[in-house]
């Protein structure tokens, strides 16, 4: 299993329509949990970290699941702007330093 | 908003060279670290950096690199004897949740 997996898509979704990543990770002793997106060729930029408690950010809201051990990411009302690869980041468990990228998700918004 | 700098954002070297690429990060922040990412795979640890001394290291992270902060400022990523599977963007970032610099694309040739 990889230590950090996701869909890499593309998803092609209409403008407005709601979207929903997952990812899964292998270690359970992981404490740290973010989602990153990255425009093509630019450098990954931090979009939020993911608490146990799950967490909102405007059109973002992101879930923790630890007992299956993945991590989600919805966007409501997608803008041509959201398209991106979204990237699931997780640490390393026995690390505090060590973050363990996915591969991403791509995004597509079509109008 | 502070930013995390780098520089060049390009550089084409001959294999078997030495290269150095350099950062400026958020001057407040305490842990930085060295990615790189392989055109069209995934972002990959190389290294962190704290007080001044490596934390941690990959396995990517062998002899062939290694990192300093010269000057308390700067934090820089030395690839010796450079081989064209080093070619990928290199990223430097600073804090534990990793604000990235825009990048330097590396290109052995």
């Known amino acids: 299993r990889k230590e950090v997996e996701q869909d890499p898509g593309p998803f092609n979704v209409p403008e407005g329509a709601t979207v929903a990543f997952n990812c899964t990770y292998s270690?359970?002793?992981?404490?740290?949990f973010f989602w990153y997106r990255q425009d093509c060729r630019k450098e990954p930029k931090l979009l939020m970290s993911?608490?146990?408690?799950?967490n909102e950010d405007g059109r973002f809201t992101a879930q923790l699941n630890r007992a299956s051990q993945y991590i989600s990411l919805l966007i409501r009302d997608s803008k041509l702007s959201d398209s991106a690869t979204y990237l699931c980041v997780v640490n390393k468990g026995d690390s505090n330093y060590q973050l363990i990228w996915g591969a991403g998700t791509k995004l597509i918004i079509k109008p | 908003e502070p930013e995390v700098t780098q520089t060049p954002s390009h550089q084409v070297t001959q294999m078997g060279q030495e290269v150095i690429l350099r950062c400026v990060p958020i001057s407040n922040h305490l842990y930085f670290y060295w990615y790189r990412q392989i055109l069209g795979q995934k972002v990959e640890f190389l290294v962190s950096f704290y007080n001044n001394e490596i934390s941690e290291k990959s396995e990517i992270f062998d002899d062939q690199f290694s990192v300093e902060r010269p000057d308390g400022s700067n934090f820089t990523l030395k690839i010796r004897s450079t081989k064209l599977e080093d070619s990928a963007m290199y990223f430097c970032?600073?804090?534990?949740?990793?604000?990235f610099g825009q990048g330097t694309r590396l290109t052995v040739v």
């Open positions: 270690n359970s002793a992981s404490q740290s």
């Open positions: 970032a600073s804090s534990e949740e990793a604000f």
């Open positions: 993911v608490y146990s408690s799950g």
